[in-house]
């Protein structure tokens, strides 16, 4: 019986990824060999074929490097024996080389060569065979033979498609099971002249992520790869929170996502040699932050867990998310097996005991701290917790945390943070740090900093302290009011950080009026400028004129003059633009305002009135956008049907909310190819239906996420809703709906995830949410 036919039964690999990784080994070393030069000569025929025929076999030549191949395709290649061809090549090969497709497409040209000629250390005839049939692989392929087909898969370009890929797991299944030898295995388990060789770094990510994927496989696991990041999951419903990944760890993560997945994983690394491959694996893979997100809790705990993924030493990151119970008990399991390898700390929506907590803080070398939502037992803050790590610290992110005075002073006196981050929910918690930050009386290398505050004064002691920041790039200021009297100051403080590029001013009620002079002549590239509360009287000036370097630009409930605007849309590099519960001030001459601001691939207009700039259509001069949120717009001013046809192949989000929905915006969006979020929530459907969009919509393999809450729905349109064969999340009605038949509808979809209003005791409902849940759909 084949091998690669009774492996693909039993989808079960036995640990052999320790072999595979030695094959690699060897195939990428450079490693001089004795070696005969075999050339063999081809040409395409009148049938669109390479024939391959052996021509000669050069005895006394060495080659340098044992995976050398040479191509060389010449139109003036001396004749030869064409009578038996040692291989075809036709398009429907099993294994497609783009090599030899290219030289089939430009022989087909007279004037191209239609002969060739390939040079090597080896025999091919017979791995071009292999390529051509998958079960022709041989039950006793050897080193040498595996090495020289992963030679010709990679000169010869293997386009990488699902029959490359079954080709080649059917090559490491082949070889895995004629080295079941216990005789032989240690060979194969050399770690240490593996990996040390470095091997693996000579081989691009795609062979790593296929390695990983193989051990992955062999156990089982439900897993999934995310810009490099892998995440594990417990069923085959992948859903996790892209925000527990932070921008600040300079690491790949490796997310676990619920807790009952730690214990998965946790008994699979009981096996030495499991747990050293498992290491290795995430160390080429610069997968050095694990995240345990406790995201259904851990009804079931053992206590006599080992905490082996904690205990290979590879990590320098760790996150633990949403641990309500035992959260100190794991903590402190983790601080015993971590001990000084940690650099990056992250606490998120735990409550933890003030001493257990005291063993991270109290740790030297920490480069990050992140604390979210951290409670402690006592009920008091840690205020004489001290942070061993404030030298070394390079940032800190503190939301709705109580610190307390003798920790803030302590910080400002010797810390060197680059970046520091605060969020504050309580009042008392926020004078602490204010009360120390207003005696800082030296220059800190700070070069981003925001802090949001419970909507208090600010006084001239704070921004005076601001001046401290001299290097600042980003400075973000939310929930704050500055007096009248120190607005100006507030502006020559913001004035001398000549390295600026990022501004956001966020406040109570404010005139922007004083940053007018400011902006004129600076170099800022984004600007947030925001009333928390909308104040008729507050006036945007000209705050843009002279500036050419904005790329992203946001206002927020504030009235924008006839000036503003004309000077907004002449900014040639502007890309983001959000323009939300804006006012436009009344009588907006269209006619003077030319718009430059056509690379705009952001924009939001969510709760503005376009009234006054009906006669100016932007949409259709917007060739580049990808991103659109409107939000209760006059149908008459702006609708879907306005979008550039040039955007049809870059719109990714659509979000269109309480708006009005005809037959022509149907018609508009259908053609969008790459769509993948569609939000309609609260839109009405004029005459027509969802289904309306027609058998030749664009994006039926790009939709994720559908949003149709509070929008009225027939049994046509969620029929229609199985075209959607990638979508993962929806939010819809299911009041009116035949539940029954939206059971098996989104069963048959990828679907993970579905949002509904509808609340009922009805039976069958909560049926068929059990149901659902049995197949792992989430409702909310």
């Known amino acids: 019986m084949n091998v690669y036919r009774y492996m693909r039964m039993n989808m079960v690999f036995n640990g052999y990824i320790f072999i595979w990784i030695y ?61 038996n061809p040692i291989f075809i090549y036709r398009e429907d090969n099993f294994i497609q080389f783009e090599v030899l497709n290219s030289f089939l497409v430009s022989s087909a040209s007279e004037n191209e060569a239609r002969n060739g000629m390939i040079q090597c250390g080896h025999g091919l005839s017979y791995f071009l065979k292999l390529s051509k049939d998958i079960t022709e692989i041989p039950n006793n392929l050897d080193n040498h033979q595996f090495k020289y087909m992963m030679i010709l898969l990679k000169f010869l370009k293997a386009v990488e498609n699902k029959n490359f890929f079954e080709f080649y797991q059917a090559l490491i299944c082949q070889y895995f099971f004629h080295q079941n030898d216990g005789a032989r295995r240690n060979e194969y ?29 062999s156990y089982m696991i439900n897993y999934e790869f995310h810009n490099g990041n892998l995440i594990l999951f417990e069923n085959s419903r992948k859903f996790y929170d892209v925000a527990l990944f932070d921008e600040n760890i300079p690491f790949k993560n490796l997310l676990i996502t619920d807790f009952r997945v730690f214990c998965i994983l946790e008994n699979i690394l009981k096996d030495t040699n499991t747990r050293k491959i498992f290491k290795l694996l995430l160390n080429e893979t610069n997968i050095k932050s694990l995240i ?78 992140v604390l979210y939502n951290v409670n402690i037992m006592e ?40 970046k520091i981050i605060l969020l504050f929910r309580s009042i008392i918690a926020e004078e602490y740090f204010l009360q120390e930050f207003k005696n800082l009386n030296r220059k800190m290398n700070v070069v981003y900093f925001k802090a949001q505050f419970c909507f208090r004064k600010i006084s001239k002691s704070f921004i005076k302290c601001l001046n401290n920041f001299e290097h600042l790039k980003t400075l973000k200021l939310k929930g704050n009011l500055t007096v009248e009297k120190d607005k100006l100051y507030l502006c020559q403080v913001i004035e001398n950080m000549k390295k600026l590029q990022y501004l956001e001013i966020c406040q109570l009620s404010y005139e922007f009026e004083s940053f007018s002079l400011l902006l004129k002549f600076s170099k800022i590239k984004a600007l947030h400028l925001e009333n928390i509360f909308f ?18 630009l946001v206002l927020k409930k504030i009235t924008i003059s006839q000036l503003c605007l004309e000077e907004i849309f002449k900014l040639e590099n502007l890309k983001i633009l959000k323009l939300q519960f804006c006012t436009i001030k009344p009588n907006i001459n269209c006619a003077n305002i030319n718009f430059n601001s056509k690379n705009i691939n952001y924009l939001n207009l969510d709760g503005t009135s ?171």
């Open 189 to 217: 388990f050399d770690f240490e002249k593996i990996f040390n060789s470095n091997f693996l770094t000579r081989i691009d990510f795609s062979i790593k992520k296929n390695i990983f994927s193989t051990f992955l496989n």
């Open 610 to 780: 376009l009234e006054e700039i009906k006669n100016f259509n932007i949409f259709s001069q917007l060739d580049s956008l990808e991103y659109i949120y409107l939000w209760k717009c006059n149908y008459l001013l702006v609708n879907l049907s306005m979008f550039s046809f040039l955007c049809n192949l870059k719109l990714k989000i659509i979000s269109y909310e309480y708006n009005d929905l005809y037959f022509n915006d149907l018609n508009r969006i259908k053609k969008i190819e790459v769509l993948e979020e569609l939000i309609l929530c609260g839109c009405k459907f004029n005459d027509c239906s969802f289904c309306n969009l027609g058998n030749d919509c664009g994006f039926f393999n790009s939709l994720v996420n559908l949003n149709l809450s509070f929008v009225r729905i027939k049994i046509e349109d969620l029929i229609y809703l199985k075209n959607f064969k990638n979508l993962t999340k929806i939010s819809i009605e299911l009041d009116d709906l035949n539940l029954n038949i939206a059971k098996f509808i989104f069963v048959s979809l990828p679907i993970i995830q579905i949002v509904t209003n509808f609340v009922t005791e009805d039976i069958n409902y909560n049926e068929i949410c059990r149901y659902l849940n049995e197949k792992n759909i989430e409702i909310f």
């Open 379 to 418: 009920h008091y803050g840690f205020t004489d917790v001290y942070s061993a790590s404030n030298e070394t610290l390079h940032f800190i992110d503190f939301k709705n945390v109580f610190i307390g005075v003798n920790w803030w002073n302590n910080f400002f006196s010797s810390a060197n943070v680059s």
């Open 292 to 369: 345990i997100n406790s995201y259904k809790g851990c009804e079931i705990f053992d206590r006599n867990l080992h905490f082996f993924i904690l205990s290979i030493h590879t990590f320098k990151s760790i996150v633990m998310a949403n641990f309500i119970k035992f959260s100190s008990f794991f903590i402190s399991k983790v601080k015993a097996v971590f001990e000084l390898n940690i650099e990056y700390l992250s606490l998120k929506n735990i409550v933890v005991s003030k001493s257990i907590l005291g063993l991270f803080l109290k740790k030297g070398g920490l480069k990050g701290l």
């Open 535 to 552: 104040d008729n009287d507050t006036l945007l000036v000209s705050l843009f004129e002279n500036n050419r370097f904005l790329i992203k």
């Open 23 to 83: 094959i690699w080994y060897k195939i990428i070393s450079f490693e001089q060999i004795n070696a005969r030069k075999f050339r063999y000569r081809f040409k395409r025929n009148e049938n669109s074929e390479i024939l391959f025929f052996c021509c000669e076999k050069m005895s006394n030549e060495v080659l340098n490097e044992d995976y050398e191949i040479f191509f060389f395709a010449d139109a003036n290649l001396e004749s030869y024996s064409e009578e």
